[in-house]
């Protein structure tokens, strides 16, 4: 590739952000583009995060994960 090296889970969770993404934006198609832009900087923070720090680069997956819990969780309490 480009790098000359394997850039180990560059490409592996495309699927996964996009099924969080769409998630969190509830289906609406305005509110996509904000959500990925706001998931995106969490992708580059947590990468910037790694080089700097060495702070494991998969805290972004439980992060990203909460903020999805808590958006599904607001649907359940609305509801009862």
Partial sequence: GVHRRLIEGMQSNVLLLGIIIGLIAKGN????????????ILEVGASA??????????????????????VL?????RRR
């Fill in 29 to 40: 198609s305005l509110a996509v583009p904000f959500v990925a832009f706001f998931i995106a």
């Fill in 49 to 70: 995060m790694q080089r700097t720090l060495a702070i494991p680069g998969e805290l972004v997956f439980i992060v990203e994960a909460l903020i999805l819990l808590f």
């Fill in 73 to 77: 969780l607001t649907d359940v309490l």
